[in-house]
């Protein structure tokens, strides 16, 4: 009976486990989610800032 019992044990511990680590994976998943929105945040902002001093410098060639 000591078997029986002992594996069913280890069977829920194993799933106590597995629920941890898929906790785990889905709060680091989200974290990444959030980093790669900010990313692409500041990419665009970046690109946007890029393509206003390039109009600049462009009328700027074009005055003289």
Not at 16 to 24: H, Q
């Amino acid at each position: 009976m000591f078997w029986p019992m002992f594996a069913v044990a280890m069977g829920f511990l194993g799933l106590a486990v597995l629920g941890v680590l898929a906790v785990r994976v889905f709060v680091a998943a989200r974290r990444l989610g959030q980093q790669v929105t900010d990313s692409t945040r500041r990419i665009n902002r970046a690109a946007e800032d890029l393509e206003r001093a390039t109009v600049s410098a462009a009328r700027a060639v074009d005055t003289l």
